[in-house]
Each structure stands twice: as C-alpha cells, then as structure tokens.
C-alpha cells in the first residue's frame, strides 16, 4: 500500500505496538531505540573525553560525521550480504521494511572516525578509546529495536515453565503483529530472547570497558578500542549461529556477520598485541612507560588551536589546569 493512503488512514498522533505516531507519520520504536543509543553513547563518550584529558567538544565533529556514515554503513552492509537488488538500497519502502546490520555500522563509523582524527591532527588510538567503548551502550539499546520488530530470537521454547520474558519471547506468525502484540497473539509461539541475552552482554562488555577506561590511565592507548572488537567479536560469534535462519545474513551461502565477527576477535587480539610491542619498544614496559611519560593522556589533546584546559573534577590530570576565569559581565550602557 502507498505511504500516503498509510498516512491518509493514521490518526494525527497516536501509539501503536510498533511506534508512535506524529502528524500522521509513524515513527517505528526501532528506531527510536537506535536514535535513544546513539545520544547516550555520545553524552558518555564526551565524559570520557574529559575524564581523559582531552577535548569534549571533540565529540560533536566525530558525531557530525561518524553518525551519518555509521548509519550508511549499516544499510550497505545489509544490502551487499543479503543481497539486495541495487535499486532497492535506499528505496523508501524497504529501508521502513527493515534491513540494518550492526556490524556494517561498526566499520563505518570507526573508518570515519579514523579519517576525521587524521585531517584534523588528534590521536586516532586516545580518541578511539573514549568513543568506541560506548558503541556497547548503543547497541544494547538497538537490541530493545529488535524485540519491537519482532526480530534476533532463537529457537522455540517448548517446556511452558520456560515461557516467561525477558527469558523468552513470544512471536506471533503474523506480518501485521510486532513486539508486544505478540503476548495477546494466541498464535504466539515462544522462543529464546536471543536480543535480550545479547543485550546483557553488550551492558557488561561496557561496564567492563568503562571502567577501565574512566581510571586506568596507562598507555598505550588503543587497547580499549582493541578490547572491544575481541568482546563484541566474541559475543556474535556465539549468538550468531543460534539465531533464526531468517535474520541471519548469509548472501552466496556465507554467514557474513559471523565471518566478520570472527575476524573482529582476530583483529582485536593482534592489534592489543601490536600496541603492547610498539609500546614496550619505545618505552621499555608493555603497560606504562620505564623511561619517559608513563601516562598515554598526559599532555592535554584538542584539536582546536584556541582552546585552553581548565580545572575540571572530571579530568585525571584537572589540577594542573588554572580555574576556568568568570565570565566577563556584559557592559553596561
């Protein structure tokens, strides 16, 4: 059906089981869900970036960039893995049908994170580290999109002592019924809540990483970016097989997401590695440094030729900064 008789039959505002509506226009909670990740993970990405001695305000140029690409990233990776036919890439109606893959955001947003800390002069690995640990957040929240979509669920649940959510989830056999229609659907069959399982393991693979990255202040710096290709790698790489056949992506007979996320794990493992070695060539440790700054954040990182650090109680290094100075009130005429 046209989207227009769509709109012409929506009520101006309103709610539905797959999203809310605004002047006529549904806005799916997936993507509400993914819109919610990607503002929590750039507010805790900017507390890193002051609580390690750099720039905040840094953030906001990744954010002007990495988020468009990341978003691109994720459709074309769907798209070329599925396959998809190249005029259905960016058409209306099947990108609203779905078709998203994490992993292809993944690639995107850290490839342009890359380019933009190249052209504008800032530590790749330091930035990376604050930005990329809390890729996990976002990703938790997207998996909230799955369970409203009716998508990333195992096999089915058989014993009814079983059948409880967040455990399992019931899934309705119908094109028309979308996460929580599915608990009054009596054609509902339960199935493990694969998206639920995985988002825990996205909240711990953040817990962990945070907090390393909010107090170890040891170099080298890029291991937590590193760290968290092996975490993310290892949890899809076990939840991937276990998933329904219909949303894996497997284009050619290739589980592309589990190749990829094999290859995340591979990746990670030898980049910690390559930064333990050049780390310990150039400052006699693997963790720290022997003969020079034992600090990767000492020295204060901006990319903006006038910006001056302040004391701040979130920075490690705040008190070697003078006090922000008062603000100048405005003349009187």
């Given at each position: 059906?046209?989207?227009?008789?769509?709109?012409?039959?929506?009520?101006?505002?309103?709610?539905?089981e797959r999203g809310i509506i605004i002047f006529g226009f549904e806005i799916y909670y997936y993507a509400l869900c993914i819109v919610t990740g990607i503002l929590l993970a750039t507010f805790l990405s900017a507390l890193l970036m002051k609580r390690r001695n750099m720039s905040s305000d840094?953030?906001?140029?990744?954010?002007?960039?990495?988020?468009?690409?990341?978003?691109?990233?994720?459709?074309?990776?769907?798209?070329?893995?599925?396959?998809?036919?190249?005029?259905?890439?960016?058409?209306?109606?099947?990108?609203?049908?779905?078709?998203?893959?994490?992993?292809?955001?993944?690639?995107?947003?850290?490839?342009?994170?890359?380019?933009?800390?190249?052209?504008?002069?800032?530590?790749?690995?330091?930035?990376?580290?604050?930005?990329?640990?809390?890729?996990?957040?976002?990703?938790?929240?997207?998996?909230?999109?799955?369970?409203?979509?009716?998508?990333?669920?195992?096999?089915?649940?058989?014993?009814?002592?079983?059948?409880?959510?967040?455990?399992?989830?019931?899934?309705?056999?119908?094109?028309?019924?979308?996460?929580?229609?599915?608990?009054?659907?009596?054609?509902?069959?339960?199935?493990?809540?694969?998206?639920?399982?995985?988002?825990?393991?996205?909240?711990?693979?953040?817990?962990?990483?945070?907090?390393?990255?909010?107090?170890?202040?040891?170099?080298?710096?890029?291991?937590?970016?590193?760290?968290?290709?092996?975490?993310?790698?290892?949890?899809?790489?076990?939840?991937?097989?276990?998933?329904?056949?219909?949303?894996?992506?497997?284009?050619?007979?290739?589980?592309?997401?589990?190749?990829?996320?094999?290859?995340?794990?591979?990746?990670?493992?030898?980049?910690?590695?390559?930064?333990?070695?050049?780390?310990?060539?150039?400052?006699?440790?693997?963790?720290?440094?022997?003969?020079?700054?034992?600090?990767?954040?000492?020295?204060?990182?901006?990319?903006?030729?006038?910006?001056?650090?302040?004391?701040?109680?979130?920075?490690?290094?705040?008190?070697?900064?003078?006090?922000?100075?008062?603000?100048?009130?405005?003349?009187?005429?």
């Amino acid at each position: 059906m046209p989207l227009q008789l769509l709109a012409d039959k929506m009520p101006l505002f309103g709610a539905n089981e797959r999203g809310i509506i605004i002047f006529g226009f549904e806005i799916y909670y997936y993507a509400l869900c993914i819109v919610t990740g990607i503002l929590l993970a750039t507010f805790l990405s900017a507390l890193l970036m002051k609580r390690r001695n750099m720039s905040s305000d840094f953030i906001f140029t990744l954010f002007i960039v990495c988020i468009p690409t990341a978003l691109i990233c994720t459709r074309l990776f769907y798209c070329i893995t599925q396959p998809l036919p190249i005029q259905e890439w960016f058409d209306w109606d099947s990108i609203r049908s779905g078709g998203l893959s994490v992993i292809g955001g993944v690639i995107g947003g850290v490839g342009s994170g890359f380019i933009v800390c190249l052209v504008k002069k800032v530590n790749f690995f330091r930035a990376a580290d604050c930005v990329v640990v809390t890729i996990l957040v976002a990703q938790a929240m997207g998996r909230w999109g799955n369970f409203f979509n009716k998508e990333v669920y195992g096999a089915a649940v058989t014993n009814p002592a079983m059948q409880w959510f967040p455990f399992a989830v019931p899934v309705s056999p119908s094109g028309s019924v979308h996460g929580i229609g599915s608990f009054s659907d009596p054609l509902s069959t339960w199935h493990y809540a694969f998206f639920f399982y995985e988002m825990l393991l996205d909240l711990l693979g953040f817990s962990l990483l945070f907090t390393g990255a909010w107090f170890w202040t040891k170099k080298p710096n890029g291991v937590l970016m590193c760290s968290y290709f092996v975490w993310y790698g290892l949890v899809r790489s076990v939840m991937e097989p276990l998933r329904d056949p219909n949303y894996i992506l497997s284009g050619g007979g290739v589980p592309w997401s589990l190749v990829f996320s094999i290859l995340m794990i591979v990746g990670g493992l030898a980049g910690i590695a390559a930064l333990l070695i050049v780390n310990y060539k150039r400052e006699g440790s693997l963790i720290g440094s022997k003969t020079g700054d034992p600090c990767g954040i000492t020295d204060y990182l901006t990319p903006y030729k006038d910006e001056v650090p302040y004391y701040s109680k979130i920075n490690i290094f705040g008190s070697n900064y003078p006090p922000k100075p008062p603000k100048t009130p405005p003349a009187s005429s």
